[in-house]
């Protein structure tokens, strides 16, 4: 074989054939791209301008008289002891569902099964907030007390109990339920997708079934793990009504999730505030939002970032 | 090491369809026993019947006797994890675990059978098992790499390696070289010879210079038409399957008269 050198052309010159549809699809891809970054970088903006009296202003303006952090940090703290609650409380039971529907159930009612947990999804959050207060919070309230008595020690269940379960703890609860079918429902995908290639290749080395699942199905599915956890909190972070209902919010910062006292989440707090607001209020409302907005930002690319961490054992290449 | 498997009237099914019939057959040890015949005859069917794998599948269930050296390996109180830690298997594609290591790939079955291990214990095996696999100087350098970044000559040898880390009794490859260029072909044939010395050898071949060239014994399984059960038609010394066989189908298969 003799190897010609093929002459080559300046790069300019190299034109391709280009079907139409191909250029259509490749535009309107691209345009779907560029819009999303647009309004993203548009709610950004909003937010930014909105909350900038609000960040230089003279801190006894601001409600509370005590300056932007002292106002904004307790509802930071309550953003995010609601979500990791809710986060530990669904995220075991979603991967547990996930793995009972997929490789455990009978075929029959492993696809009802989904189905029914996929209603959860359904239900309005006004509805999850006065399940929560009106059937949930009484219900929970021994357990307050218990926690009390056996971890005390522990800053988070401190007490003095509360007596109407009105409390983090709750709220935490009920946002878990909430996020429960996101997390379960993407984790199912990706572990029925776990290859069989895999899954026989553990089975064939005398694993159990649960060996086989760890062998095969959980290190492939653990980044769709991550995501389904990841937009089950970015609800959670942002959830409105539910806690509304449920918390008897306002007070200072607290780690304590079982008592009366608790600090309001960020997007509670705007949507009981927002109605009485004028003026410098309004500003430090949007402000406490674009905290809210950089917090689910970095809990995203901290996500990523896990999940990137080991791409080259991902069973992606 | 090395057992001997007596197959008596084997009937494998995929829920009412009967796939495989009447399979009686002897696997002698130390040896390479070859199953050729046209696709869908159930080679790997019945191949995957001496591990249990086939029950794997819904639905999938087999009547009649497999026993290994004195052993039902269907018998009523016979767990099928342990038929699988007895009897190896290598499958078509390549498939090392993703998410694993080259080293972790190779341990990890005697992970599932023995959980504490000592550091220079594991380094041992896995150097023994990779030399075993004609595998480690390839891979020495980079053993704490994905396996999945290997060739696939490579891969498939890692997970011969795989098998051979567990001391089994029995090893079975169900058309391991399909997915391989000659080069890696004929690593993998020489392998199986150095293998034989060590352990039972069942192979699925389609390619039956293969056969000839690696096996002891050959089986020839076919089937009447489609919708057939398959039924292993000849089971003799390779040399006479390919010189002299018994059979007319199976002198038809051979001579490329047909299949």
Known sequence: MTATKAPIEPPSQQRTVRRPGDRLFSGAAKGSGIFILLVLAGVAAFLISEALPALTAPSEEIPGGEGLASYVGPLILGTLLGAVIALLVATPLAVGIALYVTYYAPRRIAAGMGYVIDLLAAIPSVVYGFWGIAVLAPQLVPFHQWLTDTLGFLPFFAGPASTSGRTMLTVGIVLGVMILPIISAISREVFSQAPALHREAALALGATRWEMIRMAVLPYGKSGVIAGAMLGLGRALGETMAVAIILSGGAGATLNVISNSNPSTIASNIALSFPEATGLDVNTLIASGLALFLITLVVNMLARWIVNRRADFSGAN | ?259
């Open chain 2, 1 to 259: 090491m090395a057992k001997r498997i007596e197959v008596s009237d084997l009937n494998i099914y995929y829920g009412n369809f009967l796939a495989v019939e009447g399979v009686n057959v002897s696997i002698e040890p130390r040896s390479i026993t070859a199953l050729i015949g046209p696709s869908g005859c159930g080679k790997s069917t019945f191949l995957r019947s001496l591990n249990r794998m086939h029950e794997v599948i819904p639905g999938a269930r087999v009547e009649g006797k497999v026993v290994m050296d004195g052993q039902d390996l269907y018998g009523a109180d016979t767990d099928p994890v342990d038929v699988r830690r007895q009897i190896g298997m290598v499958f078509q594609r390549p498939n090392p675990f993703p998410t694993m290591s080259i080293y972790d790939n190779v341990i990890a079955g005697n992970r599932l059978n023995n959980k504490k291990m000592k550091k220079s214990e594991t380094d041992d095996l896995v150097e023994r098992a990779l030399r075993g696999a004609n595998l480690w100087n390839e891979v020495k350098d980079r053993l704490a790499r994905p396996g999945s970044g290997l060739s696939g000559g490579q891969q498939q040898r890692l997970c011969i390696a795989r098998a051979i880390a567990v001391e089994p009794d029995v090893l079975l490859m169900d058309e391991p070289c399909s997915a391989l260029d000659p080069i890696s072909t004929l690593a993998i044939e020489d392998l199986m010879a150095e293998l034989k010395e060590r352990f039972t050898i069942v192979i699925v071949t389609h390619n039956m210079q293969q056969a000839a060239r690696v096996s002891t014994s050959t089986g020839f399984f076919n089937l009447n038409g489609v919708g057939q059960p398959g039924r292993l038609i000849e089971f003799n010394p390779t040399e006479k399957i390919f010189s002299n066989p018994d059979q007319k189908a199976t002198e038809d298969y051979i001579s490329g008269r047909f299949g």
